[in-house]
């Protein structure tokens, strides 16, 4: 898994600015992952192949992106970890908030930091809804990622005010999601956002490309939004 990370870091141009520690962290977190996974859901992917470059090069593809050091940084929806653990790994000085409903992820997920020895990270256990409406996290940070399989309208309403002015969602999709993309203008402008650009990429070791959308927070998000869950999932955001 190791040998994999490290030629993958390398592929992406990524050797020289991260840490020389950092293939030997990411494999012992991707092993700390497998060994969770028999005990609870965490992931569906398992084979040591496949978090090598599915889960952890697919994350530090983003580093190749933006720049991350010295910035903040909110995971929304966490899961197992990512992007936001790859991303402490390989830029240090990065602050990390991972945010996460279940509960037993989320005490994984702090215990698996500390045995990394990981600072300037924190795990969280709130609803992403709550976390846009709490002055705590809302509009806190200079990035907010997220690689849940959500549609982008949702993940927008979720995301973006937690964003500070100036600073990025960015969000993890598939090459084809122009469609998606579009439908999600609105939502997007409405939560005083806009799409700055987008970035493709091929995962090393693999044959398969992923994009980056940037959407960059240009003003306030209106104070009504983030809604309810419900609400977010019934009614998506059509103003023009």
């Known amino acids: 898994m190791r040998d994999l990370i490290q030629s993958g870091l390398a592929q992406l141009g990524l050797s020289a600015q991260v840490p020389e520690a950092a293939p030997a962290q990411l494999e012992r977190f991707g092993r700390l992952l497998i060994e969770k996974n028999r005990v609870i859901n965490l992931t569906a992917i398992t084979e040591e192949k496949d978090v090598a470059t599915l889960h952890m090069l697919d994350c530090a593809a983003l580093l190749g992106c933006a720049g991350f050091q010295g910035k903040t940084l909110i995971d929304v929806g966490t899961g197992a970890g990512f992007p936001g653990v790859p991303l402490k790994v390989l830029a240090p000085s990065l602050r990390v908030t991972l945010l996460d409903s279940l509960g037993k992820r989320v005490d994984w997920l702090g215990e698996t930091c500390k045995a990394l020895g990981l600072d300037g990270?924190?795990?969280?256990?709130?609803?992403?809804?709550?976390?846009?409406?709490?002055?705590?996290?809302?509009?806190?940070?200079?990035?907010?990622?997220?690689?849940?399989?959500?549609?982008?309208r949702v993940l927008c309403e979720l995301c973006l005010p937690l964003v500070k002015e100036g600073g990025y969602f960015l969000a993890m999709k598939g090459t084809d999601c122009d469609g998606e993309l579009e439908r999600a203008q609105p939502t997007i402008r409405t939560l005083g956002g806009e799409v700055e650009r987008r970035a493709d990429y091929r995962i090393p070791h693999t044959e398969v490309t992923h994009r980056v959308i940037f959407i960059k927070k240009t003003a306030p998000t209106p104070s009504q939004y983030p809604r309810r869950w419900a609400k977010i999932q019934k009614s998506p955001i059509f103003i023009q």
């Open 121 to 152: 990270v924190e795990a969280v256990h709130q609803r992403a809804e709550e976390a846009g409406q709490d002055p705590a996290f809302r509009e806190k940070y200079d990035f907010a990622t997220a690689r849940a399989v959500a549609d982008l």
